[in-house]
């Protein structure tokens, strides 16, 4: 991404940050339906919340692990792209929705993004909001199972 050539520097700026998050999201819809068409078929099936596979077949396992896994990751990164810590892609969404006058104030918190970044983490604010979302998500997969 080329910053220099956007025409309007805060449509652009939201469109590109928000591209990745939404990219995220995508990709766990698109296994949370595939998810669910396996459970559905009974290929897979509910055990501790998670999708898991009948333990005799170990095809299945894997495929159970890795759908898995790229769920909760995607997920996961949609939704900590989105906190409005810089330089994380929520903070660059927020700057361009508020208006410009909080240009400079936001420009300041630029400098301290990685230290609010690692107070979250080690406050356990992140394992928090996790710890509501990753089991929201699947539940979202699982609605009427």
């Known amino acids: 991404v080329n910053p220099l050539a956007w025409r309007n520097k805060r ?78 892609d929520g903070s660059k969404i927020l700057a361009s929705i508020l208006p410009e006058s909080f240009e400079s104030g936001l420009a300041a918190l630029d400098q301290f993004g990685f230290i609010l970044l690692f107070i979250a983490l080690f406050t356990g604010v992140f394992g928090k909001i996790f710890g509501v979302i990753i089991p929201f998500a699947w539940g979202l997969v699982f609605i009427g199972a």
Do not use: C, H, K
Request: aromatic share 10%; net charge neutral; glycine share 12%.
């Open 11 to 88: 449509i652009a700026n939201f469109w590109v940050s928000i591209a990745g998050i939404l990219g995220n999201f995508a990709i766990a819809v698109v296994v949370g339906v595939i998810i669910r068409v396996l459970y559905t078929s009974g290929a897979l099936v509910i055990r501790g919340g998670l999708a898991a596979a009948d333990p005799n077949s170990t095809v299945m396992e894997g495929v159970a692990s890795l759908l898995g896994t790229f769920f909760m990751l995607n997920v996961g990164l949609g939704v900590f792209n989105l906190f409005p810590i810089p330089p994380l």
